[in-house]
């Protein structure tokens, strides 16, 4: 198997599943994704761990990587002609495409550096992308308020002892791996499909007495297994990056969690719903999975605000639905 990413892009093109416009976009990113790889790996010798010494708009401390990734991810899709307009979690508000360069068709949503807590150690972090159609008009942050549905693409690249693409164009999800030796992402799985039942879970559990009822009642019966009403036995998981949580059910299964906690009543959950949570629904969906807030399907969840946060349920679809019963 040697097909790049670039061939890829052309045969749905060729295909008609994708225009020239998201062909480059999609290429653009690949492109920037090699680069801000080339950070992470640097790491100390890059001057790239520790702390930028900057919030963002959400009250969080950026990490250096958090800025210079956000940096390289604006840098190399704006010049593109595809996207009329960028919105970022490291940014307070979307960026308008600069008059300097053609406005495109597309708008692009993305967590540059997902997993921060991890830069520092040496643990897998990634970047999520999540395409959208720019509607007719001026650029504002409104015009991002879309459904999940709305997305023509949606992506990450997860930096780890591998570097991969994970890739939708809503016909199935495609996973490339960086040839450190030639530089570009060769296709290494292809029609990736998650099975609809696992004995393996994923959830933060020093949060369990913030969390409410229902989540409470499930993770009791996964932590009961063989013993309990599930009548299996399951293993947990937890690697603090949604990319790698994320990869590792697209890969062998199982459910990952970021509930609504009571810590802070104004958060519905800790993950972010365009730049996540969006994305991953999308690729979950696509290789046979599910994903829910608790009630309803991410992805069909009306946006209100460009930083809104959701409650995050995504996985195997048994799994998944189970949980979801319990809330309704
Ligand atoms: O982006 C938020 C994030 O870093 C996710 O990637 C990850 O799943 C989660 O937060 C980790 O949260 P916690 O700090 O509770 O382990
Ligand atoms: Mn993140």
Redesign the pocket.
């Known amino acids: 198997m040697s097909k790049t990413f670039e061939q890829f892009l052309s045969e749905q093109l060729t295909a008609g599943v994708i225009d020239q416009q998201l062909v480059n976009l999609l290429a653009a990113v690949a492109q920037l994704s090699k680069q801000i790889n080339d950070k992470v790996t640097n790491g100390a010798l890059a001057g790239v761990l520790g702390a930028a010494g900057t919030d963002n708009i959400q009250g969080e401390h950026q990490k250096k990587l958090d800025v210079i990734s956000n940096e390289i991810f604006v840098r190399g899709v704006q010049w593109t002609g595809s996207v009329s307009g960028m919105a970022s979690e490291e940014m307070d508000h979307c960026l308008v495409t600069p008059d300097a360069y053609r406005r495109g068709k597309y708008l692009i949503l993305f967590?540059p550096l997902?997993?921060?807590?991890n830069i520092d150690i040496n643990a897998p972090i990634g970047t999520i992308f999540s395409v959208t159609k720019a509607p007719k008009g001026e650029i504002s942050d409104e015009s991002f308020l879309q459904k999940g549905r709305k997305q023509v693409a949606a992506g990450y690249v997860m930096y780890s002892a591998q570097t991969i693409l994970t890739v939708t164009v809503g016909k199935g999800v495609y996973m490339f791996t960086l040839d450190l030796s030639t530089g570009q992402y060769i296709m290494s799985k292809e029609a990736v499909h998650i099975a609809p039942s696992t004995a393996e879970f994923a959830i933060?559990a020093s949060?369990w007495r913030h969390w409410e009822r229902p989540v409470q009642r499930y993770v009791q019966e996964l932590l009961e297994g063989i013993n309990g009403p599930l009548d299996k036995n399951f293993n947990m998981r937890?690697v603090?990056?949604?990319?790698a949580?994320v990869h590792r059910i697209l890969c062998r299964g199982g459910i990952f969690m970021?509930p609504k906690d009571n810590r802070d009543p104004t958060k519905p959950g800790?993950?972010r719903l365009m730049y996540?949570a969006n994305p991953m629904a999308f690729l979950i969906e696509q290789a046979g999975g599910r994903a829910t807030n608790g009630y309803e399907n991410i992805l069909d969840i009306q946006p209100t605000k460009l930083h809104e946060r959701v409650a995050v349920f995504l996985g195997s679809s048994e799994e998944v639905h189970r949980v979801t019963t319990y809330h309704i």
């Open positions: 967590d997902d997993g921060s807590s933060n949060n937890w603090a990056a949604m990319v949580e970021y800790k993950l996540e």
